[in-house]
């Protein structure tokens, strides 16, 4: 059965009223609601706002009236504080219930004694025209949810609608709109969140996670993790960096990530930590919770930035584990710093990032950064000093003999913060900020199950690779593998130019491509036979990948096998 406000549409085209929705004597609805929808649509046509009105003289009657808050421009009371007030406009529509509990229109005034609106800007002006249907709002709410910015919001309803200037309601309505989706959320946010873990705990058994509460009984510090996320420090955990530097809840409380890196060389998450105070028993109860969660075991490595609080922590929880300083918290005044010198000079900053990216023994960074000073004048800059007297807490070269799985180089807790932010929208309640954290984990690990199955459908000619290719071929992941290829390309511009026993030199063929400061003979020590190799570049230890120096050595070596077991081999007449 068509609503009335239906009938009215379909007959647009062939009504005899001058609106569509003009209300008529005996015109019936299911609800009031539905007649006050009704009334606001005509009063839109028509320009002017409505209001319901109860009516004291019998339970069965209400008005709705056309005198709306209205100022007038004329005869304004300036003894009236309110910026608007009502002008008694007799336009209204009155009901009447049917004997199906339905209702009817009984009484329709249609005259104004006030100027009426024109143009669209003006009706939206009307209150009963900011007001937002519960589909929108629903509609708004989703969107919300999924981080979605109030002015995209307003873009994307604006195209529902057809245009900027056909929204029914103003930005403003939907900002209010948007802030009540807030509150919503933050009541009874902890007893809210509670039962998100219970329902992951249902959903996941290994879940887990650890309150800190206050003497109030407040929390100060909440921690969790997946079962899965669990099960990935254990294979991937021996490299961690954590930082707090994220903070978009409603709470300002500071939120905290444990980051990895997995073999596909894409950033995990293994837990999250929400934190009222950064301090270091604070810090203290974090790391020991993590260890807990995690079955006790330290990471070889952990990167963060150069907190006291949290380095104090550090020692005292994890006094085995090697703590370096994140190079993006240490690079990250670069700009402001150095200035035009950084972002108009093309060739320093290749010097600069050729210098703290690619060096990878001492010798050569320092020579690196001496020249870098000299000669860009930069002896003087505060920057430079502060940056080279921390370098052992974050350059390559005092930590390659340090496993860090390739994230002294890149910002995996600042990505993984990157990422949160698409999920998670600003002055979210704890109980949204967790939900939404869930979906960040769902993401993560669909990516993963992506570069798994790239990993099994990668197909290679083997008979264009030589024996360490397939080897490795056969071990890594897609990604590794790419990486390994990398290494396997650059050896092709090394030779092998003196041999001490197990000890080889290997030397760049063109020194004269290399920068002035860095180093072109790399010394190559071979164990056990050529099972291991140990290059001066400290890659292996750094990385867990083979360099291209010691690559060299041992095609070298292979090359030296088959032409040794070539020319041994028996003769048969």
């Known amino acids: 059965m068509m609503s009335t406000m239906e009938r009215a549409l379909r007959s647009s085209s ?29 009063s839109w046509e028509v320009g002017f706002g409505v209001k319901l009105n109860n009516s004291r003289t019998g339970t069965k009657k209400n008005k709705i009236d056309g005198d709306e808050e209205y100022r007038s421009m004329q005869g304004y009371d300036p003894r009236v504080k309110s910026k608007t007030k009502r002008c008694g406009c007799p336009a209204k529509i009155q009901l009447l219930r049917t004997d199906d509990y339905g209702w009817y229109i009984s009484s329709f005034v249609k005259n104004h004694n006030h100027p009426l609106s024109v143009t669209c800007g003006q009706k939206r002006e009307w209150n009963s025209h900011k007001m937002i249907d519960q589909s929108t709002k629903d509609t708004i709410k989703y969107l919300r949810q999924n981080n979605v910015s109030l002015t995209r919001i307003h873009c994307i309803l604006s195209s529902m609608f057809g245009s900027m200037g056909d929204v029914p309601w103003t930005k403003r309505s939907l900002r209010t709109v948007c802030d009540q989706i807030t509150r919503d959320q933050m009541g009874d946010d902890i007893r809210k969140t509670m039962e998100i ?51 978009t809840n409603i709470y300002k409380m500071p939120f905290g990530l444990f980051v990895g890196v997995n073999n596909h060389f894409q950033t995990t998450i293994f837990a999250g930590v929400l934190m009222t105070r950064e301090k270091t028993n604070s810090f203290e109860w974090v790391f020991r919770e993590f260890l807990r969660l995690m079955g006790g075991k330290a990471p070889k490595t952990i990167l963060t930035d150069q907190c006291k609080a949290m380095t104090t922590a550090i020692g005292i929880v994890m006094p085995d584990t090697y703590h370096l300083w994140c190079k993006w918290h240490v690079m990250k005044k670069i700009r402001e710093s150095l200035g035009p010198l950084y972002t108009k000079n093309r060739k320093f900053r290749d010097d600069f990032w050729l210098v703290v990216n690619g060096m990878l023994t001492e010798d050569e960074f320092e020579r690196g950064w001496n020249y870098l000073v000299t000669n860009y004048n930069l002896h003087n800059s505060g920057f430079m000093i502060r940056t080279y007297e921390c370098r052992h807490k974050w350059a390559k070269p005092w930590a390659k003999d340090k496993y860090c799985a390739r994230m002294s180089s890149t910002q995996r807790s600042e990505s993984a913060n990157f990422m949160l932010k698409r999920f998670v929208p600003r002055n979210s309640s704890m109980n949204h900020f967790v939900s939404q954290y869930n979906r960040l984990l769902f993401d993560r690990d669909r990516e993963e199950d992506i570069a798994e199955d790239k990993t099994k459908q990668l197909v290679v000619v083997h008979e264009r690779l030589w024996a360490v290719e397939r080897h490795a071929l056969s071990i890594y992941t897609k990604a590794a593998f790419e990486l390994f290829r990398k290494e396997v390309d650059k050896a092709s511009n090394y030779i092998l130019t003196a041999r001490d026993g197990n000890v080889f030199t290997i030397s760049h063929d063109n020194p004269a491509k290399r920068k002035a400061w860095a180093r072109v003979h790399f010394k190559v020590e071979m164990l056990d036979n050529g099972a291991k190799f140990v290059c001066q570049c400290g890659l292996y230890e750094h990385f867990g990948m083979l360099c291209c120096h010691a690559l060299r050595v041992s095609s070298f070596i292979s090359q030296t096998i088959c032409t040794i077991s070539m020319f041994s081999e028996p003769t048969f007449n």
């Not at 609106?19 to 609800?31: A, C, K, N, R, T």
């Not at 206050?214 to 969790?224: E, P």
Request: proline residues 4%; aromatic residues 16%; contains cysteine.
């Open 14 to 42: 062939t009504r005899k009223t001058e609106h569509i929705f003009e209300p008529i004597l005996g015109l019936v609805f299911d609800s009031r609601e539905e007649a006050r929808e009704f009334y606001n649509l005509y």
């Open 197 to 247: 873990f219970k329902e992951m705990h249902a959903e996941d058994p290994g879940f887990q996670f650890s309150v800190d509460p206050s003497r109030k009984g407040r929390i100060k510090t909440l921690m969790w993790c997946s079962g899965r996320s669990r099960d990935q420090y254990a294979c991937f955990g021996d490299v961690v960096t954590f930082d707090t530097t994220y903070c």
